[in-house]
């Protein structure tokens, strides 16, 4: 994807050098460049994340200013706190109330970042939008747009990206794509920018202290009940602190003494069980995913071979995806461990993505 000299660009700032870098290169490089921090968080908890260094706080905002201050372009931040919150954390605390492990950061892409943030930056008059990550947009030979991997797959992110369409695609830049994280921080150390060495934040923003269970208990305001540990066949084995602490393939935190290594098989909202099995338990062959965003096609008529990833981290693993109802089918070459109901399964072609959407 290129753009024109002169074009209007608004970058979004999360106060990292990965956009701070990217903004810095549309400049360069002859465009009209605007940063842009998106304000998320409710302002009383905003210095929490500030403390940990997240990318939602306050000193995010700070500190992309900064950065803008030494590039020479505007900086601004834009309220979408009411979006975060109804598109976000609603739907990440609900999830997990339904026995499920959502990826808050594909809803916040998808809902934040580009509807929200591309509608906004359009009516300031930008061409287009850009952000740091770390991925590369390509015109198929069909015409459609697709999101490919990073030039180097340490720090891909195109999985996150997944859910986008073909109208914020044909309006977004990611001029990071290309290059190797020591590079980026090379780039931003010889501009002097002042974020070049900041850490990456890791944690969901909204919840610095990785608690996901008391966030959602003070969060709703409900109180999630303790169950029974089960056995795939109905044995009671134990008592869990609430289906909202678990997910699955998880083995540390039970407070089972079996014996041996056991692991989160499966989660019962239906009942309040939480299932118990063997590392074995957690393999599968086949994948059904709902909700499904297709990128690089229209829509799936026939089987097709797929590279298929199921987390954010899995380096990804060939299959066959089959249409299915409403949603598809991915039957992988080999069994695949701990496919997790609310993860997105992403499936690519030639290092592109055909489509993605979220496990049932």
């Known amino acids: 994807m290129s753009l024109e000299r002169g074009q209007c660009v608004v970058v979004g700032m999360s106060g990292g050098v990965d956009s701070s870098v990217a903004a810095l290169l549309l400049k360069e490089q002859g465009f009209r460049v605007i940063g842009v921090t998106m304000a998320l968080l409710p302002e009383e908890s905003s210095d ?7 990318c939602c706080g306050l000193s995010a905002a700070e500190d992309a200013a900064a950065v803008c201050r030494v590039i020479g372009i505007p900086h601004y931040v834009m309220n979408f706190r009411k979006e975060f919150r109804e598109k976000v954390i609603d739907y990440f605390a609900d ?11 594909i809803a916040c892409n998808r809902y934040i970042k580009w509807e929200a943030f591309l509608s906004r930056a359009q009516q300031i008059g930008a061409d287009r939008i850009a952000t740091g990550h770390y991925a590369r947009i390509e015109v198929l030979p069909n015409g459609r747009l697709t999101v490919r991997t990073a030039d180097h797959p340490e720090k891909d992110q195109s999985y996150a990206l997944y859910g986008l369409s073909q109208d914020m695609l044909a309006k977004t830049y990611f001029p990071c794509g290309m290059y190797p994280k020591p590079e980026i921080r090379a780039i931003a150390e010889r501009a002097h920018l002042p974020v070049a060495q900041k850490k990456d934040s890791q944690e969901v923003c909204f919840i610095p202290d990785d608690d996901h269970a008391s966030f959602i208990a003070r969060y709703t305001g409900k109180t999630v009940p303790k169950g029974p540990f089960v056995l795939n066949d109905g044995t009671v084995i134990g008592t869990h602190e609430g289906i909202t602490r678990y997910t699955i393939g998880q083995r540390r935190g039970l407070g089972l003494a079996l014996g041996r290594h056991v692991y989160v098989t499966q989660i019962r909202p239906e009942t309040n069980e939480v299932v118990i099995g063997e590392n074995a338990d957690l393999f599968s062959d086949t994948v059904f995913v709902r909700d499904v965003n ?3 096609i229209e829509t799936l008529t026939e089987p097709r071979r797929v590279t298929g990833r199921i987390r954010y981290n899995h380096r990804g693993a060939p299959g066959t995806l089959y249409p ?19 993860q997105a399964a992403v499936f690519y072609e030639n290092g592109g993505i055909l489509c993605g959407g979220t496990i049932i």
């Open 294 to 296: 297709y990128m690089g």
């Open 48 to 54: 929490t994340v500030s403390e940990h260094g997240g």
């Open 324 to 342: 299915e109802g409403d949603g598809v089918r991915c039957v992988f070459d080999e069994p695949q461990r701990a496919a997790t109901p609310g």
């Open 95 to 105: 999830e997990y109330l339904r026995g499920r492990t959502p990826n808050p950061c």
